[in-house]
């Protein structure tokens, strides 16, 4: 029996020395792609002239620490409606600007990327959104029922088809939560759309407590979009939208010059309104 054991106990050493072997896995790196993040966003009330649209080439899944900016690319947008071109200036730093947007809701948009001897297209169409009508806090309706939430009130038009982005950042907090929502069922109606931080003690994730202040913006989306961002939201928790994730997304961008060389990012046109809340004792 003495020796049964020591043979055991032989072979659960060898067993779980053989786990320390370090093994070296190569992961094979895609090609870089143009990274677009063309996010034409019209703050209601505002004329929105000035708007800004960043180039990038994506990165290696494990470097998160490198941006690549593209420069001397060649970015336009123009109105379908009445063909008003829009040049994007290059900044030097992959941001490409202009001050003479003109937005008008329900037109449509193209934009034109000229880069590296390829050609990008993308089409979308200036989507409106409600104003919000009340903001206030409570507890009851979130996860954790001790937890303080912050409710945001608005009208949904009824003609159907409206989708939300929803944008929500604490003070102080390094990324906002992005949240997406539709219609489909409430069309018409009054919204209560709720939002809590669950708390999460290994990352040092705290939820709402007096004092805090969080912004909160909603912006009005398409339907293509709404089905873009809410992949996109998925896979990377709600938080960070142009970070690398393990699966690409596609968005609306196509290489007229090499389709298979397509891109990453999204070309969209969404009107949006802003306010903030700050909590208060209850």
């Given at each position: 029996?003495?020796t049964?054991k020591?043979?055991?106990?032989?072979i659960?050493?060898?067993?779980?020395?053989s786990?320390?072997d370090?093994v070296?896995?190569?992961v094979?790196?895609?090609?870089?792609?143009?990274?677009?993040?063309a996010?034409?966003d019209w703050?209601?009330?505002?004329?929105?002239?000035?708007?800004?649209?960043?180039?990038?080439e994506?990165?290696p899944f494990?470097?998160?620490?490198t941006?690549?900016a593209?420069t001397?690319a060649?970015?336009?947008?123009?109105?379908?409606?009445?063909?008003e071109t829009f040049?994007?200036a290059?900044?030097?730093?992959?941001?490409y600007?202009?001050?003479?947007?003109?937005p008008?809701?329900?037109?449509?948009?193209?934009?034109?990327?000229?880069?590296?001897?390829?050609?990008?297209?993308?089409?979308?169409?200036?989507?409106?959104?409600?104003?919000?009508t009340?903001?206030?806090?409570?507890?009851?309706e979130?996860?954790d029922?001790?937890?303080?939430?912050?409710?945001?009130?608005?009208?949904?038009p009824i003609?159907?088809?409206?989708?939300?982005?929803?944008?929500?950042?604490?003070?102080?907090?390094?990324l906002?939560d992005?949240e997406?929502g539709e219609?489909?069922?409430?069309?018409?109606?009054e919204?209560?759309?709720?939002?809590?931080?669950e708390?999460?003690?290994?990352?040092?994730?705290t939820p709402?407590?007096?004092?805090?202040?969080?912004?909160?913006?909603?912006?009005?989306?398409?339907?293509?979009?709404?089905?873009?961002?809410?992949?996109?939201t998925?896979?990377?928790?709600?938080?960070g939208?142009?970070e690398?994730t393990p699966?690409?997304?596609?968005g609306?961008?196509?290489n007229?010059?090499?389709?298979?060389?397509?891109?990453?990012?999204?070309?969209?046109?969404?009107?949006f309104?802003?306010?903030?809340?700050?909590?208060?004792?209850?």
């Amino acid at each position: 029996m003495k020796t049964l054991k020591e043979l055991l106990a032989l072979i659960i050493i060898i067993t779980f020395a053989s786990c320390e072997d370090i093994v070296d896995v190569e992961v094979q790196e895609g090609p870089k792609r143009l990274v677009v993040e063309a996010s034409l966003d019209w703050e209601k009330g505002t004329t929105g002239n000035v708007q800004t649209i960043k180039l990038s080439e994506s990165t290696p899944f494990f470097d998160t620490n490198t941006i690549s900016a593209v420069t001397g690319a060649n970015v336009v947008v123009t109105n379908l409606t009445n063909n008003e071109t829009f040049d994007f200036a290059d900044q030097g730093n992959g941001e490409y600007r202009t001050t003479t947007f003109n937005p008008v809701l329900g037109q449509s948009y193209s934009l034109r990327i000229e880069y590296n001897g390829e050609i990008y297209t993308a089409t979308e169409t200036m989507t409106g959104v409600t104003n919000i009508t009340d903001v206030f806090q409570a507890r009851e309706e979130g996860f954790d029922t001790d937890a303080l939430e912050v409710h945001v009130v608005f009208t949904d038009p009824i003609e159907e088809g409206n989708n939300y982005l929803f944008k929500f950042q604490r003070d102080g907090d390094l990324l906002p939560d992005l949240e997406v929502g539709e219609d489909e069922f409430v069309n018409g109606n009054e919204l209560d759309w709720w939002y809590e931080i669950e708390e999460n003690e290994e990352e040092n994730i705290t939820p709402f407590a007096p004092g805090d202040i969080v912004i909160i913006e909603m912006y009005g989306i398409s339907g293509a979009y709404y089905d873009y961002m809410k992949i996109l939201t998925a896979q990377l928790g709600g938080v960070g939208l142009f970070e690398t994730t393990p699966v690409a997304v596609k968005g609306n961008c196509i290489n007229e010059t090499n389709p298979e060389n397509y891109a990453f990012g999204y070309f969209r046109l969404t009107e949006f309104v802003r306010t903030s809340y700050t909590f208060v004792e209850d």
